[in-house]
């Protein structure tokens, strides 16, 4: 059925750097993926051994440099879910609050972005988890961006443990500058600046 193809396919995907055995016991034949009732789409496991979560979202390649921004948390205790570890939806707010502080670092102030009726919407973020972070983990978020559009800027983040600097997570997204009904529209030739504009 397809809830245990899919299940089999997580299993596959987050054991298969571990025990080679498992991976054979879990997925015994082709994942059918998507499910769907009528002609469904084989994917063999040699593919899926390959698939990269982040190839989903291709961001432009750039030339020129953006410095690399770092800040560092610590994991409280609310942010862990029922298994010890920290819950997958923190992350977003890691991601978040490290691109809030790398504007900040480079003047822009979102606060005022705000005010003055336009917005930064993030319209897409992808993110490959590596390893869990726990209970008073101490970590840093590294934050920079990889190309500015006319009305888009693309970014790259990673979060990393601290001190063996371990890595937890690789994120890539783009936002979108928003007029005062939320369309996209040109970023500001004042804060294009910032960017090297």
Not at 88 to 99: D, E, F, L, R, S
Not at 110 to 123: F, H, K, P, Y
Not at 170 to 191: C, F, Q, T
Request: charged share 25%; hydrophobic share 40%; net charge positive.
């Amino acid at each position: 059925s397809c809830p245990t193809t899919f299940e089999n396919l997580i299993i596959f995907t987050r054991s298969s750097t571990m025990l080679q055995t498992t991976c054979i016991v879990a997925m015994p034949m082709p994942v059918a993926f998507p499910c769907f009732r009528s002609r469904p789409h084989v994917l063999p496991l040699r593919t899926a051994r390959t698939f990269k979560p982040l190839a989903c979202l291709k961001l432009k390649e750039s030339k020129r440099v953006f410095k690399l921004h770092e800040i560092e948390l610590k994991v409280r205790d609310y942010e862990l879910d029922q298994f010890g570890v920290v819950n997958n939806a923190v992350y977003a707010n890691y991601c978040q609050h490290g691109q809030h502080e790398y504007m900040e670092s480079i003047s822009i102030n979102c606060d005022e972005v705000s005010r003055s009726g336009e917005a930064l919407a993030i319209s897409e973020l992808t993110i490959k988890f590596i390893a869990p972070l726990r209970s008073g983990c101490k970590f840093v978020v590294k934050s920079r961006i990889t190309d500015v559009s006319i009305a888009r800027i693309y970014f790259e983040q990673f979060i990393f443990k601290l001190p063996n600097k371990e890595p937890i997570l690789e994120a890539k997204g783009m936002a979108v500058w928003l007029d005062n009904k939320y369309r996209p529209v040109r970023i500001p030739s004042h804060i294009r600046s910032y960017f090297g504009h």
